[in-house]
């Protein structure tokens, strides 16, 4: 991307039968996005033309093109993955939705990793229909961090000045305990850091790290977890410069407010972070997936079955993905920038 022009945005659209398209085409028939990047569907034209008319988008247009290296500047382009007629049944996951949301994927995942894209936006996908010798993995976040061989990612949910990663992703809770290690610790506030820095333009980042067990273990009373191996990480974080703080009772931290005085919060696993973060900010927030060497957002909700035949979905954390792909995508190319 050179100064002058906008992101080139790849979308992939997720389960064709959730509410992964409906969101799409509600983002991009607000023309006023083509001032932002240029955005590029992987789907095919009757699965975007059947959205537009169960929505009465007329107003919704995109432009077919054959590859990314042709893309048709100030259009929403759409890039086709399939050449059979896909069968629509919203609402209801199938297997041909499940081949059609990874042909997707792995289509925008090409062409990033061959330079003809910026960043990538991913509609959500049913993590059980879209297995397949191509993705054998728990979600996008390790297929990605697999996929663009990076040694490790985090999963970092953002909404504003609101941001919540975790050191443990999608896993059983019974699992989490002995996962988390100093080690792991250090490199996931090491992404962390590094990401407030580079990818949001915070020049000195300050985190809060979150303890494991109720009331972050009563110094030990109820678990060994944060005297044993949390403190001592962060210690280690802070003897470095680094403004790191914690372990803090999850509960109490969010419950007062706590996460308004730092740039980040590190939770230790899965619905210790995104339970709070998606009660404050459900329909605004972005899934953003630090650590990698692209840039990769997702709106913070699922497949969302239930409401899928209804084209009731709201698109603002789809519109809020592509935003924050966009800001992150020039943010990087600013820095990279040689000073004059």
């Given amino acids: 991307m050179d100064n002058k022009s906008k992101p080139k945005i790849g979308i992939s659209i997720g389960d064709t039968n959730g509410i992964g398209p409906e969101v ?13 990047c240029t955005p590029v569907i992987y789907a ?38 399939w050449e059979n007629e896909l069968e629509i049944t919203p609402g209801h996951p199938t297997p041909e939705s499940g081949k ?4 997707s994927l792995l289509a925008a995942c090409r062409d990033l990793k061959a330079g003809l894209l910026d960043g990538l936006v991913t509609a959500p996908i049913n993590k059980d229909n879209i297995q397949a010798d191509d993705f054998r993995f728990p979600g996008h976040t390790e297929f990605l961090t697999s996929y663009f061989d990076a040694p490790e990612s985090l999963m970092l949910l953002v909404s504003g000045g609101l941001r919540v990663a975790t050191v443990t992703g999608h896993m059983p809770v019974k699992e989490v305990s002995a996962k988390i290690t100093e080690e792991l610790l250090i490199r996931k506030m090491t992404i962390l850091l590094d990401s407030l820095r580079r990818d949001f333009g915070i020049l000195k980042p300050r985190i809060a790290v979150m303890g494991l067990n109720p009331h972050a273990g009563e110094q030990g009373l109820l678990g060994r977890e944060e005297v044993e191996i949390i403190r001592p990480a962060v210690v280690h974080m802070k003897e470095r410069g ?26 230790m696993y899965h619905d210790q972070g995104l339970i709070p973060f998606k009660t404050l900010a459900f329909e605004s927030g972005v899934n953003y997936t630090a650590g990698l060497p692209i840039v990769r957002t997702s709106p913070d909700h699922g497949t969302a079955y239930d409401i899928a035949s209804k084209y009731i979905a709201s698109e603002t954390s789809f519109r809020e993905a592509l935003f924050v792909a966009c800001d992150v995508v020039r943010k990087r190319f600013e820095a990279e920038m040689p000073a004059v």
């Avoid at 059609?100 to 042909?103: E, T, V, Y």
Wanted: hydrophobic fraction near 45%; proline fraction near 5%.
């Fill in 24 to 36: 799409v085409v509600k983002t991009l028939a607000d023309q006023r996005i083509l001032n932002f």
């Fill in 242 to 267: 680094h403004l790191v703080f914690g372990p803090y009772p999850a509960d109490g931290f969010f419950g007062m407010r706590q996460f308004q005085q730092v740039d980040a919060v590190l939770a």
């Fill in 44 to 81: 095919s034209a009757s699965l975007l033309k059947h959205v537009r008319k169960a929505l009465k988008a007329e107003h919704f247009q995109f432009q077919e093109v054959e590859s990314a290296q042709g893309l048709a500047p100030r259009k929403v382009n759409l890039v086709p993955c």
């Fill in 100 to 103: 059609a949301s990874l042909d």
